[in-house]
């Protein structure tokens, strides 16, 4: 005779069950045994007591139902929670404790309905309990640091539309740029100045520790980056500071770098960005060094008009210009170490690895080539004003 099979309160299911009736006051005892245990839960801004109360109904009833069999695993709830405490601030460790605790008062439960500890319908409910537990706490984990991730973008793009606000031209409405000041943190006294950085390489970041660096030297600072481009606003209490920080940015940052003249107001900063672009702009192409704006007034100018700068250039030095690369090479190098030296063939030749009478023989050829004599002081100015050209905009 085959034997009937188990009643269903025999089984580990039947166990489970009951507590679907009694999950409410299971939810109201877990809440106060959470804020009793973590200090996380008591500031009123994170969580409310009806969205706490909410969350714990909502993740016992699934984890309950699914030990009874009622369903499978349901990890809405989980998420949903997982999410709730990211948006709010609750720390992730406040987060995998509140689910440990869940887990034992659901056991406290279990063993309590059982017919004691030799129950043997307890270890199995003891296992899959537990499998549970990690598996809901797993998933509110996931759903945590994926709204961590988002928020993290969105606060960033926040930041970065109030950044490009600083550098917008509100001469109609100043209280813009105090307004975007205030909510970066950035005082609306002191001294400032304006970064513009020409990347070498198109995407490429700025250095992590660059923002540390100018701190540590009292100047703080903002950037806007683009594809090809970075722009800063150095902010300070002295100007001092920011003298200090054009250093550091000579040192950490690849690309040319202009910083703007100093000044005090916050109005002033879209005018300081136009120097700072075209201080950038005045950097020989590889040279590792930042030009302040007003440093090297002929580069500005020459930036400024580069197609008249390069028909000037090609006006002078055409005749150099056409060689072969090789040969224009060798007098341009030349004239650049020359003027570099102040007129010493001596000091040019030793650059240069050559003898002086070499560099002599070379602007001779200049001289030969073009009609303009380095001796002569009007023919000289013309072949520097056209050697910067070159050296800046290119041949």
Request: glycine letters at 6%; a negative charge; charged letters at 20%.
């Amino acid at each position: 005779m085959t034997a009937p099979p188990p009643s269903t309160t025999e089984t580990p299911l039947g166990l489970a069950e009951p507590l679907l009736d009694s999950v409410e006051a299971m939810a109201v005892e877990l809440v106060g045994r959470i804020v009793g245990a973590d200090r996380s839960y008591a500031d009123p801004g994170l969580l409310t007591a009806e969205e706490l109360e909410q969350a714990c109904l909502d993740n016992l009833t699934a984890i309950i139902s699914t030990l009874a069999g009622a369903e499978p695993p349901r990890l809405h709830a989980a998420r949903a929670v997982g999410r709730l405490k990211a948006e709010r601030g609750v720390p992730i460790a406040a987060l995998l404790h509140a689910y440990r605790l869940g887990g034992r008062l659901t056991w406290e439960q279990l063993t309590a309905r059982s017919a004691g500890p030799g129950d043997p319908r307890l270890h199995d409910l003891a296992t899959e309990l537990w499998e549970l537990v990690d598996t809901f706490s797993d998933a509110a984990v996931e759903a945590y640091h994926e709204t961590e991730i988002m928020l993290a973008h969105v606060d960033a793009q926040a930041q970065n539309r109030l950044i490009r606000t600083l550098f917008d031209d509100h001469s109609d409405n100043p209280a813009h740029t105090l307004t975007a000041l205030r909510k970066l943190g950035l005082s609306e006294n002191g001294t400032f100045a304006v970064v513009s950085i020409e990347t070498t390489d198109p995407g490429a970041t700025l250095p992590g520790s660059l923002v540390t660096a100018l701190r540590d030297l009292g100047a703080r600072s903002v950037w806007d980056s683009q594809i090809d481009s970075h722009t800063g606003l150095l902010s300070s209490t002295t100007p001092a500071a920011v003298e200090r920080a054009a250093d550091t940015l000579a040192e950490l940052v690849d690309g040319r770098a202009g910083l703007s003249a100093a000044f005090t107001s916050p109005t002033a900063i879209p005018r300081a960005l136009t120097e700072a672009r075209l201080a950038a702009r005045s950097v020989r192409p590889g040279a590792r060094t930042v030009v302040r704006f007003g440093a090297d007034p002929l580069a500005h100018l020459l930036v400024t008009v580069p197609e008249a700068s390069r028909r000037a250039a090609g006006q002078i030095l055409g005749p150099v210009l056409r060689l072969p690369a090789p040969d224009r090479d060798d007098l341009i190098a030349a004239l650049d170490a020359w003027y570099r030296h102040r007129g010493s063939t001596a000091a040019a030749a030793d650059e240069l690895h050559c003898h002086r009478n070499t560099v002599r023989y070379r602007l001779r050829k200049i001289r030969d080539l073009t009609g303009r004599d380095t001796a002569d002081p009007v023919h000289s100015a013309e072949l520097y004003l056209a050697l910067q050209a070159v050296t800046l905009l290119g041949p």
